[in-house]
């Protein structure tokens, strides 16, 4: 019989059972729960109308079911665009506060961003939170995805996830070389394209090859999150020698060490596993490329578009990390963003955030005239910081280009890295990096 | 168990949470109702009064309905129009859950080709049939026992309730 894939083995390591793909289980428990300021609010205030009776009926004080392993976020539209925006974050701190939850501050970071950087959530867990960009956390090797409210306040009360089924997985094997302006972002906007928005639904994206085991962290976090958007389950990447050091030095910013513990929830899956599908991938064909409006699917190389640009945003949970923003700068360097068009760069967290101003590409976006704002999801979420209107062209290097989703439903949003982003920016329409990296840059 | 409803709504490929209620909107209200009053506001405005204009109202759609964002607001926009099931080919898992989680029925069978607005519906759970009383056809209903178990149930969290329940009473009583 086959070996187990790394999603059947983190399953089987919560339930202490031998768990396979296709089997529905009752109930798993979670190692960790996160919320943003979305869906935190609802979510909690179920979880006291909900189960308030219950915890009385059995002479307890209203309680989750371990404040260590819950995390709230504030993210989506930070620091906040309207009362009821402030008034949902003061609910879920005063509960954090009188759980002993941890409450993240405003400008702290996109949560799934905080989640990896923070040593949050770690190799081998099963991680959740309220929204469908959780899968992130599959680059280190955790079992993430997202949940809807209801879901939340049971996780809240319980720790439990309820009649799950194990998922099935397709293989993506990765191999080739990037050609020169290609990255992480080109290749998963090219694997959408092949999938379909529906292509991998109810599946788990496994990556791996000798072009995923060469990525950094931060491409393989932009590969997972994209995910999403071929309706995977989840994505995940089997933890290696860069996933660990990773982790180690978030774990040493908090004063961690990597211990046995931690080291044996490492799952990896075995040669034999069962893929329902396997998928090949030559990564060296992969040119720069762009989603057109209106689906993340809609994959075309950017040579074959040069439509007129009217904002461009380097951000979002998908591509705002130091990667992203060290490529963008190197192109903007001693360049001025194009006169008809507005740049908005968004680190994806407040470490980021001052690791560029450290390292001094917050002047060189500051220079070609970008608007810099403080981390959070900002014109992705389109409800604030650079909403599109009617007409409006926007290049994105966030992960969704729906009709109406960053603003008017009558603008047009393409999807593409942020090479493409900041080449985009100098002209004001479509434009293929190449030309502007530096002679030998990859 | 059965549920009868009309057909008020039909819908192609990869409907995304998107579609169904702007992000804008989310952090607006706490209130279900307020979700069902703005559905498909930017995307099909006829929506929310056409599902409205029956007691019971079914939506049709292809594949992959409900892709794209988590936001469980999505499933209230919905049902609080009056719609008692979403009959399509598939489903992503997350909005599948929140359905199950709220009580609106996803129904996944082969072919929804066949099935037209105005059709009466009728969903039986035991049999897992849909008949289609207009045309007559029959269509097998795909699911696993526990998800029609939990459609049966209308949700998890009398579920929940009792595990917490157990959970609480194996405990010794927190000091005050």
């Known amino acids: 019989m086959g070996g187990a894939t790394i999603a059947e083995k983190i399953v089987s390591r919560a339930v202490g059972r031998k768990a396979k793909a296709g089997e529905v289980i009752e109930a798993v428990p979670v190692d960790k729960l996160y919320f943003n300021e979305v869906i935190g609010p609802p979510a909690v205030l179920n979880f006291q109308k909900d189960f308030e009776d219950v915890y009385t009926a059995s002479g307890k004080k209203l309680q989750v079911f371990n404040p260590s392993r819950i995390a709230f976020m504030p993210d989506h539209t930070v620091p906040s665009c309207s009362i009821k925006v402030s008034q949902g974050i003061s609910l879920i701190r005063d509960f954090a506060n009188d759980q002993g939850i941890a409450m993240y501050k405003e400008g702290d970071g996109i949560e799934h961003t905080i989640a990896s950087e923070e040593a949050f959530v770690l190799p081998g867990e099963i991680a959740v939170a309220t929204d469908s960009h959780t899968c992130t956390q599959g680059a280190l090797g955790a079992l993430a995805f997202g949940i809807g409210t209801t879901e939340g306040e049971n996780l809240l009360a319980t720790g439990e996830l309820y009649s799950f089924t194990v998922p099935e997985t397709i293989s993506f094997r990765v191999k080739g070389r990037f050609q020169r302006g290609v990255y992480a972002k080109d290749l998963v906007l090219h694997v959408l394209g092949t999938m379909g928005e529906g292509g991998a639904s109810k599946k788990v994206a496994e990556y791996s090859g000798p072009t995923i085991d060469s990525l950094d962290m931060d491409g393989r976090f932009t590969i997972c999150n994209l995910s999403v958007e071929m309706s995977a389950r989840t994505a995940i990447v089997n933890p290696d020698k860069t996933t660990l050091s990773y982790v180690e030095a978030a774990l040493a910013r908090r004063g961690m060490a990597m211990t046995d513990d931690l080291r044996g929830m490492v799952a990896r899956s075995d040669p034999d596993a069962t893929y329902s599908k396997t998928v090949d991938v030559d990564a060296a064909t992969i040119e720069p490329t762009v989603s057109l409006p209106h689906s993340p699917a809609n994959a075309k190389p950017v040579s074959q578009v040069s439509d007129p640009i009217s904002t461009v945003f380097i951000g979002s949970c998908a591509n705002a990390r130091e990667a992203d923003l060290t490529i963008a700068a190197k192109i903007l360097k001693g360049r001025k963003v194009s006169p008809s068009t507005n740049l908005i760069v968004i680190p994806a967290s407040r470490r980021v955030y001052n690791w560029a101003m450290d390292q001094g590409l917050l002047k060189v976006f500051a220079d070609a005239g970008a608007n810099i704002e403080s981390s959070n999801c900002g014109p992705c979420f389109g409800k604030h910081m650079g909403i599109l209107g009617p007409g409006d062209r926007c290049l994105s290097t966030s992960n969704r280009n729906y009709k109406g989703r960053m603003g008017s439903p009558d603008a047009f949003i393409y999807l593409g890295s942020p090479a493409v982003a900041a080449a985009t920016a100098i002209e004001g329409r479509v434009a293929d990096p190449r030309k502007y990296l530096p002679a030998g840059e990859a | ?176």
Not at chain 2, 85 to 94: E, G, L, N, R, Y
């Open chain 2, 1 to 176: 168990m059965q549920v009868r409803g009309k057909v008020a709504k039909r819908f192609d490929d990869d409907i995304n949470t998107d579609y169904i209620i702007p992000a804008y909107l989310l952090q607006e209200s706490w209130d279900k109702q307020f979700f069902a009053d703005h559905a498909f506001e930017a995307y099909d405005p006829a929506f929310a009064p056409t599902c409205r204009a029956n007691k019971e109202s079914i939506v049709v759609a292809r594949n992959n309905f409900g892709c794209g964002s988590s936001r469980e607001q999505a499933v209230y926009a919905i049902k609080y129009n009056n719609v008692v099931a979403v009959v399509a080919q598939s489903f992503p898992d997350i909005f599948f859950r929140n359905c199950l989680n709220n009580g609106l029925l996803p129904i996944q069978v082969a072919d929804t080709s066949t099935i037209g607005l105005g059709d009466e519906l009728v969903i039986d759970l035991d049999t897992r049939k849909l008949k289609d009383l207009t045309t007559g056809q029959e269509h097998d209903i795909v699911a696993t026992d526990a998800s029609i178990e939990t459609m049966k149930r209308g949700g998890f969290l009398g579920y929940v309730k009792e595990r917490l329940r157990q959970r609480l009473n194996a405990q010794p009583p927190r000091a005050p």
